[in-house]
């Protein structure tokens, strides 16, 4: 029996037994109420008891047996699984309907595991964090046996071919395994400040025009306008600056008189920068907003223009708000995948020159893992020891950012 | 008194009558509204009040050239998006005489007239076969029918460069063209067909399966998971450090690049628990994933948005929190929940990287029948067609860039419209 077909035969058991439980014991307190006993809880509350003495035990067994087979401790055939699950639910279901009298508290009974079951939701989300940390810092450790810690950091070469080469059984022939990932992290820091040069400036005044100049209905109009750029798929930017605007940029060195490769690190910067715009203008034009108009009243008042009042009262009491989205925007674009895999480089380029082919964090793991070695390969491994910095980097962006935001609206609120 | 001075004062006076009418039309205009200065303020301005107020007029423009700049941009990408892709809906085929022989079953080639061998697609030609045992009736006729061209065809028929037509093929073309035995129909084969190693036979069907399935596990993992934290945290939760720290992490989860959920997805899921790589469920649980914090920091807003007076009333006629928060809080913030689960929906629909990273790049002809089956995405459908060297998967890979976009766009135009609706003054 496949797993999927023990899923099907589970639910497939499990939802009707619930139901009749339901509804069993639903009409039990119905009747009851009928004879004129006044039950303690609504019938349903009595339905939804049973139920949870039918699915928790009929769940629990099967997580066991889930657990044990995956950790390789006891296995049991699927039918077992199921007939066991099943009496264990009829058993509760048995055990329930004998508890419905008037006097049992079925409400308070229900909410307790209503309330555990909403906390285990609450709780996937930092197993979920959990779950990349550990993944990649596995992985990392594994890769970091390889590789000494100190040349992943400080190397300025890159040359992972050589574990390619062991793969494939010839070991001798090939010189010393190069992870230096500088001139990788170079090429993120190259691009992320091309789109930051573009979306800052952008997406600042496009903010200050939204919140201090146009008008309540412009303005609902615009900001929908703007954000269907942040709404279009990274693959989709990618495309359009591989196939448009690199060719452009190409030709408008060439008739500079300069070379560009047409894997220039320019194009991707320009078109995520243009991703990120509606990013830093919401966000600042949320903090923009929350600097109180008796402000402006104020500086307006001894006589100073719009844009003074802007520039000398106004941007500096949104400043820490300003800045905490542009610390997000960075991380965003140091994140950034498809754009750069598509637009930028592959070979890692240790260079100044935005108009060469350079390479990113992202673009390396991307190339690391759909690659056809095999998962255990210093080579595959070296896509979780990138993606734990680029964590760490982002985690620290993010961190710093939240920390000024609470700054700022402790300030105003 | 230097130069540019001296120059806004020649200013100043030139403009002098046409100024006054212009200001007092304003003060007409502008008396009840009480808005800019009164005309007598400007009467006399210095040369210094003027450049301030040059300045004024800049930051305005700035602010007005910035937005215009990003509008721009955003009809010149849509003008070339859809520039390219127009083509692709397009296909062209042959008039060609089919003989459905012994040869023919054998060699999908013998069953046309040499001189038309790359002229015709091989791709239809290499189904020929198939089609002929599940008709046997057909064995030994011939016809004439309209087939799919070779893609290089269609390229040379569509005068794109690079089309790499062999010139015998284009004096056949150019011969059949003349005869009429070469139309343009609309391209079908694009929405009925799986992905194919020759672009005129590829579709988009199989991606577009595999990204209902995958977004089919998705949205059931991630919008009751999604809900039910934000009214624990909303409704339940107590100020303590766990709770602070669940909120903490949600808000660092939601700035997590997408492609480190793609590692652990690789690294928990197809590692540690055995889901089949490249398959709709691998890829829709880490997406699932990706999308929670989105659906939680939606819902937490919509909930908070409910006043507080509807849940007292609630509390004073006896109810119990989860009575409160299932019969009265969620009922009215179900218009905000589903914005946002619609939102998260669009997100995760446009994601490639963490899907690449699970092997969601496969190739792909037919479409999927199990969430357990080898799958591709649309996004990663298109990543695919674009690494492709053939000039005719150019155009197919703007048509899907094309259909995607359409569908994103009108699902977010449809959460504006369920947000503007549905947002409530109490």
Not at chain 1, 377 to 382: K, N, P, R, V
Not at chain 2, 74 to 80: A, E, G, R, S, Y
Not at chain 2, 220 to 230: C, N, R, S
Not at chain 2, 362 to 375: C, G, K, S
């Amino acid at each position: 029996m496949s797993i999927a077909d023990l899923f099907l035969w589970f639910f497939g058991g499990l939802l009707p037994l619930s139901a009749m439980a339901y509804f069993l014991a639903r009409g039990k307190a119905i009747t009851s109420e009928k004879n004129n006993i006044r039950m303690h809880s609504r019938p349903g509350f009595y339905g939804w008891y049973t139920v949870i003495w039918v699915a928790l035990p009929a769940l629990a067994t099967s997580l066991i047996f889930s657990i044990g087979h995956l950790f390789h401790l006891f296995s049991v055939p699927a039918t077992m699984l199921l007939a066991t699950a099943f009496a264990l639910g009829g058993a509760g279901m048995w055990f329930a309907l004998g508890h419905i009298k008037a006097d049992f508290r079925a409400r308070p009974a229900v909410e307790k595991v209503m309330r555990g079951v909403l906390l285990s939701a609450a709780i996937i989300s930092i197993l979920t964090t959990l779950g990349i940390v550990l993944s990649v810092i596995f992985e990392s450790i594994r890769f970091f046996q390889v590789v000494p810690v100190w040349d992943f950091i400080t190397g300025t070469q890159w040359q992972p071919d050589t574990a390619f080469l062991i793969g494939a059984g010839r070991a001798e022939s090939v010189g010393p395994l190069m992870f230096g990932s500088l001139p990788i992290f170079a090429g993120t820091f190259m691009i992320t400040l091309i789109a930051m040069l573009v979306a800052i400036p952008i997406g600042l005044f496009a903010a200050i025009y939204m919140s201090e100049y146009a008008s309540h209905a412009s303005r609902g109009r615009l900001k929908p306008l703007l954000e269907i750029l942040a709404g279009i798929p990274t693959v989709v930017y990618g495309f359009f600056a591989a196939i448009t605007i690199s060719p452009i940029i190409v030709e408008i060195a060439h008739s500079f008189g300069l070379e560009a490769d047409y894997t220039n690190a320019l194009a991707p910067g320009l078109i995520m920068g243009i991703m990120i715009i509606p990013f830093i203008s919401s966000l600042s034009d949320d903090v923009i907003r929350a600097v109180p108009q008796s402000m402006r009243d104020g500086s307006l008042a001894l006589g100073t223009t719009k844009a003074e009042t802007i520039r000398h009262i106004v941007l500096p009491a949104a400043f820490p708000g300003i800045v905490a989205a542009c610390l997000l925007a960075v991380s965003r674009a140091i994140g950034e995948t498809m754009i750069v895999v598509m637009a930028a480089g592959l070979r890692p380029n240790l260079t100044a020159n935005p108009l060469e082919g350079m390479t990113t964090v992202t673009v390396k793991i991307v190339e690391a893992l759909t690659g056809d070695q095999e998962f255990d390969s210093a080579f595959t491994l070296s896509a979780f020891a990138l993606g734990l910095v680029l964590l760490i980097i982002t985690l620290m962006l993010n961190i710093v950012s939240t920390i000024v935001v609470r700054k700022f609206r402790q300030r105003y609120e | 008194m230097n130069k540019t001075a001296e120059a806004d004062i020649a200013m100043h006076t030139n403009n002098d009558a046409k100024m006054d009418t212009t200001t007092m039309a304003n003060d007409l205009n502008n008396t009840e509204a009480g808005k800019t200065t009164p005309s007598f303020m400007n009467e006399h301005k210095s040369p210094h009040q003027r450049k301030r107020e040059r300045a004024d007029a800049r930051f305005h423009f700035y602010g007005f050239a910035a937005i215009a700049l990003a509008l721009a941009f955003l009809v010149f990408f849509f003008v070339d998006i859809i520039g390219k892709a127009l083509p692709a809906f397009d296909e062209t085929e042959v008039l060609a005489t089919i003989h459905y022989s012994e040869a023919a079953s054998k060699n999908y080639n013998k069953a046309i007239d040499k001189k038309m061998r790359g002229v015709v697609s091989r791709a239809w030609l290499r189904s020929l076969p198939a089609y002929m045992k599940a008709h046997p009736e057909l064995m030994g006729s011939s016809a004439e029918l309209w087939v799919l061209a070779d893609s290089r065809v269609d390229q040379y028929i569509k005068q794109h460069d690079g089309h790499g037509l062999k010139s015998k093929h284009r004096r056949t073309v150019d011969a059949m063209l003349k005869d009429g035995k070469i139309r343009t129909v609309f391209n079908t084969t694009l929405f009925t067909n799986g992905d194919s190693k020759l672009p005129e036979y590829a579709g988009i069907l199989a991606a577009s399966v595999g990204t209902v399935f995958t977004l089919l596990i998705t949205m059931l993992v991630a919008v009751p998971i999604g809900v039910m934290t934000a009214i624990y945290l909303e409704e339940f939760a107590e100020d303590n450090r766990f709770t602070r720290m669940v909120e903490v992490n949600i808000n660092n989860l939601a700035a997590i690049p997408s492609i480190l959920y793609g590692l652990l997805g690789l690294a928990i899921f197809i590692s540690f628990f055995g889901v089949p790589r490249s398959s709709a469920l691998a890829g829709g649980l880490t997406l699932a994933l990706m999308t929670l914090p989105v659906i939680i920091i939606t819902t937490r807003a919509a909930l908070r948005a409910v006043p507080e007076s509807i849940r007292e009333a609630a509390y004073g006629l006896g109810a119990s929190n989860l009575q409160t928060a299932w019969h009265h809080v969620l009922p009215l913030a179900m218009p905000g929940i589903l914005t946002g689960s619609i939102i998260g929906l669009a997100q995760a629909m446009g994601e490639t990287a963490p899907l690449i990273i699970v092997g969601m790049m496969a190739y792909i002809p037919e479409a999927p029948t199990t969430i357990l089956d080898a799958t591709t995405v649309l996004p990663a459908q298109i990543y695919t067609w674009s690494t492709e060297s053939m000039r005719g998967y150019g155009e197919r890979t703007a048509a899907g860039i094309l259909v995607l976009l359409a569908v994103l766009l009108s699902l977010n135009a449809l959460a504006v419209k369920l947000r503007n609706r549905s947002q409530q003054s109490w």
